[in-house]
């Protein structure tokens, strides 16, 4: 009964068939947005099926995180089960023939070879050397020879297999055990390892310590970001370094169980110094507001009325460099101040813009099996290289009167072609 379960499972048409419903699924994955919040399914799938909400129905079936669903990693399951026991009861035993070597020693068994050959003569000794220079195999039994080359080409079929199990075992083990957080840190913060916004059913999340030292960027001559830097460092249990590196986007921090990504980058808020007419001053730190925008990031604020004066302004904030504008309650365009600037000022009071409080947006990702995957998809290269590799046979079969060979490969017709008019026009 077993047997037959594997024999079913290595039967191509049935990895077909789960092959093409991982692609539906992948497909459906990539239209439906992926890993959101249950309002953001409310907003954009009100539709009613059969009288219940279709947001309803995608996350019932779990289309809201299709990689990570069991029903998912069933289907990776049963394709890289069939894979392997095609590889087992179909590629071996195929490579373990092809190893040997048979002789035909009936005239009819040449009629089915696609190059045939037939003499009266034959030097069997000068043919030896041409097949043995050829890097042919090469096999004699009385007056019958055997030869091959490019065997190697029967491993690739095994290869490509097993670099998609590879593959399979490591988007599982990722989806299993890895997690993704979104951290958005302002400098000189410590930090943990806390909004983890995808995680598998048996990851679990390391309680590592990190330090944002600094965050900056760099623009272009018209004024449009260019990269992102962070100078981040973990810590160990006493808050010393054990590592540093200044991270940008495509250049992560590798650890030996993580991955630290430059994401994106916020504001925070703004520090002033609020002056009073006797030299005393106090820090505050307005609150600041992001501005959605489908062009560029902007946040806005407001200066704080006092007693004294009930003057206020609109601050405007599009980067970090340090440069704010200001408006008017009307709207109206005031000036434009950096840091260190007066805001605004009377014989009571002066409010003076110190800082603008930046933050870093680091993305903290875990995946155990990306070696595999990598390792596989390696694998799949090299039985990509090997697959283009011939595997040719030659038969030959002479009597005293009469002469019969052929051969045959599996590619390269043309050119096995021209090789065996070469050895006729050569030996025969």
Same mark, same amino acid.
């Given at each position: 009964?077993?047997?037959?379960?594997?024999?079913?499972?290595?039967?191509?048409?049935?990895?077909?068939?789960?092959?093409?419903?991982?692609?539906?699924?992948?497909?459906?994955?990539? $239209?439906? =947005?992926?890993?959101?919040?249950?309002?953001?399914?409310?907003?954009?799938?009100?539709?009613?099926?059969?009288?219940?909400?279709?947001?309803?129905?995608?996350?019932?079936?779990?289309?809201?995180?299709?990689?990570?669903?069991?029903?998912?990693?069933?289907?990776?399951?049963?394709?890289?089960?069939?894979?392997?026991?095609?590889?087992?009861?179909?590629?071996?035993?195929?490579?373990?023939?092809?190893?040997?070597?048979?002789?035909?020693?009936?005239?009819?068994?040449?009629?089915?070879?696609?190059?045939?050959?037939?003499?009266?003569?034959?030097?069997?000794?000068?043919?030896?050397?041409?097949?043995?220079?050829?890097?042919?195999?090469?096999?004699?039994?009385?007056?019958?020879?055997?030869?091959?080359?490019?065997?190697?080409?029967?491993?690739?079929?095994?290869?490509?297999?097993?670099?998609?199990?590879?593959?399979?075992?490591?988007?599982?083990?990722?989806?299993?055990?890895?997690?993704?957080?979104?951290?958005?840190?302002?400098?000189? =913060?410590?930090?943990?390892?806390?909004?983890?916004?995808?995680?598998?059913?048996?990851?679990?999340?390391?309680?590592?310590?990190?330090?944002?030292?600094?965050?900056?960027?760099?623009?272009?001559?018209?004024?449009?970001?260019?990269?992102?830097?962070?100078?981040?460092?973990?810590?160990?249990?006493?808050?010393?370094?054990?590592?540093?590196?200044? $991270?940008?986007?495509?250049?992560?921090?590798?650890?030996?169980?993580?991955?630290?990504?430059?994401?994106?980058?916020?504001?925070?808020?703004?520090?002033?110094?609020?002056?009073?007419?006797?030299?005393?001053? $106090?820090?505050?730190?307005?609150?600041?507001?992001?501005?959605?925008?489908?062009?560029?990031?902007?946040?806005?604020?407001?200066?704080?009325?006092?007693?004294?004066?009930?003057?206020?302004?609109?601050?405007?904030?599009?980067?970090?460099?340090?440069?704010?504008?200001?408006?008017?309650?009307?709207?109206?365009?005031?000036?434009?101040?950096?840091?260190?600037?007066?805001?605004?000022?009377?014989?009571?009071?002066?409010?003076?813009?110190?800082?603008?409080?930046?933050?870093?947006?680091?993305?903290?990702?875990?995946?155990?099996?990306?070696?595999?995957?990598?390792?596989?998809?390696?694998?799949?290269?090299?039985?990509?290289?090997?697959?283009? $590799?011939?595997?040719?046979?030659?038969?030959?079969?002479?009597?005293?009167?009469?002469?019969?060979?052929?051969?045959?490969?599996?590619?390269?017709?043309?050119?096995?072609?021209?090789?065996?008019?070469?050895?006729?026009?050569?030996?025969?």
């Amino acid at each position: 009964m077993i047997k037959r379960v594997f024999k079913y499972l290595a039967n191509l048409k049935l990895a077909i068939i789960i092959l093409l419903a991982i692609a539906i699924v992948t497909s459906i994955g990539s $239209i439906i =947005e992926q890993s959101k919040e249950i309002p953001f399914y409310q907003n954009n799938y009100p539709t009613l099926i059969f009288s219940i909400p279709f947001w309803k129905i995608l996350l019932f079936f779990g289309f809201d995180n299709i990689y990570s669903t069991w029903w998912f990693l069933l289907l990776l399951s049963l394709l890289g089960l069939s894979l392997a026991c095609c590889t087992v009861l179909q590629q071996l035993p195929t490579l373990k023939f092809s190893r040997r070597y048979y002789f035909y020693k009936q005239v009819n068994q040449y009629n089915k070879l696609t190059f045939k050959i037939k003499s009266i003569k034959v030097f069997p000794s000068h043919l030896s050397y041409g097949l043995l220079k050829k890097e042919y195999s090469l096999f004699q039994q009385s007056n019958s020879f055997y030869a091959y080359k490019g065997l190697i080409s029967r491993v690739g079929p095994i290869i490509v297999h097993l670099s998609i199990i590879c593959i399979l075992l490591g988007s599982t083990l990722g989806a299993l055990k890895g997690f993704n957080s979104q951290e958005l840190i302002p400098k000189t =913060e410590v930090f943990h390892i806390q909004n983890v916004i995808k995680n598998g059913f048996f990851s679990s999340i390391p309680q590592k310590t990190f330090r944002i030292n600094d965050f900056w960027s760099t623009y272009t001559s018209t004024g449009s970001i260019k990269q992102f830097y962070t100078d981040v460092s973990v810590l160990n249990g006493r808050g010393g370094e054990t590592q540093r590196k200044t $991270i940008s986007v495509n250049n992560p921090l590798l650890l030996s169980d993580l991955i630290i990504y430059q994401t994106d980058w916020g504001i925070l808020g703004l520090r002033l110094k609020y002056v009073k007419n006797d030299n005393s001053s $106090i820090s505050l730190q307005l609150p600041i507001s992001k501005i959605n925008t489908s062009n560029q990031k902007i946040w806005i604020s407001s200066l704080p009325n006092t007693k004294q004066d009930t003057k206020s302004f609109i601050l405007l904030i599009k980067d970090h460099r340090g440069q704010i504008s200001l408006y008017d309650n009307d709207g109206k365009f005031v000036k434009t101040i950096n840091i260190g600037d007066n805001i605004y000022s009377t014989d009571l009071i002066s409010f003076n813009f110190t800082d603008i409080i930046s933050s870093t947006g680091i993305q903290i990702k875990s995946d155990p099996g990306i070696k595999l995957i990598y390792f596989g998809f390696l694998f799949l290269m090299v039985s990509s290289l090997i697959s283009y $590799i011939s595997f040719s046979e030659f038969w030959l079969l002479y009597f005293p009167t009469k002469v019969i060979a052929g051969g045959k490969t599996n590619r390269a017709k043309v050119k096995f072609n021209l090789e065996f008019l070469k050895f006729k026009q050569s030996f025969f």
